[in-house]
T-cell receptor, first 116, second 114 residues
C-alpha cells in the first residue's frame, strides 16, 4: 500500500506570495493532519481534517488554511508569505478521526518551503 | 493540558552499546504516548506507541519503551545501537479523549559512532 504522498517536495517563494501544498493520504485513511517543523519551534500542529471538515486547529494565524476533498486528499494554503513561514510542512494520515485515541498517524516526507 | 519533555537534545553512543533516550510527560488524563524517528530529509516514522495496554511496549528495529506512571516517564531504549539508528527521535503525547492535538517533544538527536 502506498504511503502518504506530498507535493511538491520543495518550494521556493518570495514574501507576500501565497502557496498551496498537497497531501494524498494512505488509501482508506480518512483523517489528515498538518504540521509545521522549524528548527526554532520544533513540530507544531496546524490543523486536522476528517470527512471534509476541520476538526481541530493549532495556534496559527488565519493566513494558514486548509481543506479536505471527498477523496480525503487535503491541501493547505498559506497566504501573504513571511520569512518565518520557511519550514518543513508535514502531512499525516490516519484511519479515523483521532477521537479514537489509539489511532496511529502516518507521516509523509514533507514539503520544504523556503521563503525569500 | 499535556506536555512532553525530552531531557537530552543530543545523545552519542558507540555502535553496539545500549541506547537510552529520556522522555517525561505531563497529562491531565490517561495519555497515549508515542516515539517517532526522523531520518534526515525524511518524514516521521512511528517506532512504538503506548495506549494503556502493557506498560512495556516493543517497537520496530529493536526499540522498546516502558510507561512508568509514578515517574511520568516513557524512556526509549535499545540494547545495541546500529549505525542506521542515527536520527532525530521525538516523544509525543496525546490525551485519550482525542480532543487535543499531538504534542511533540523538542527532539533528541542520536549520534552513533563506529
Amino acid at each position: 500500500k502506498a504511503g502518504v504522498t506530498q507535493t511538491p517536495r520543495y518550494l521556493i517563494k518570495t514574501r507576500g506570495q501565497q502557496v498551496t501544498l498537497s497531501c494524498s493520504p494512505i488509501s482508506g485513511h480518512r483523517s489528515v493532519s498538518w504540521y509545521q517543523q522549524t528548527p526554532g519551534q520544533g513540530l507544531q500542529f496546524l490543523f486536522e481534517y476528517f470527512s471534509e471538515t476541520q476538526r481541530n486547529k493549532g495556534n496559527f494565524p488565519g493566513r494558514f488554511s486548509g481543506r479536505q476533498f471527498s477523496n480525503s486528499r487535503s491541501e493547505m494554503n498559506v497566504s501573504t508569505l513571511e520569512l518565518g513561514d520557511s519550514a518543513l510542512y508535514l502531512c499525516a494520515s490516519s484511519l479515523e478521526y483521532r477521537g479514537a485515541a489509539t489511532d496511529t498517524q502516518y507521516f509523509g516526507p514533507g514539503t520544504r518551503l523556503t521563503v525569500l | 493540558a499535556q506536555s512532553v519533555t525530552q531531557l537530552d537534545s543530543h545523545v552519542s553512543v558507540s555502535e553496539g552499546t545500549p541506547v537510552l533516550l529520556r522522555c517525561n510527560y505531563s497529562s491531565s488524563y490517561s495519555p497515549s504516548l508515542f516515539w517517532y524517528v526522523q531520518h534526515p530529509n525524511k518524514g516521521l516514522q512511528l517506532l512504538l506507541k503506548y495506549t494503556s495496554a502493557a506498560t512495556l511496549v516493543k517497537g520496530i528495529n529493536g526499540f522498546e519503551a516502558e510507561f512508568k506512571k509514578s515517574e511520568t516517564s516513557f524512556h526509549l531504549t535499545k540494547p545495541s545501537a546500529h549505525m542506521s539508528d542515527a536520527a532525530e527521535y521525538f516523544c509525543v503525547v496525546s490525551d485519550r479523549r482525542g480532543t487535543d492535538k499531538l504534542i511533540f517533544g523538542t527532539g533528541t538527536r542520536l549520534q552513533v559512532f563506529p
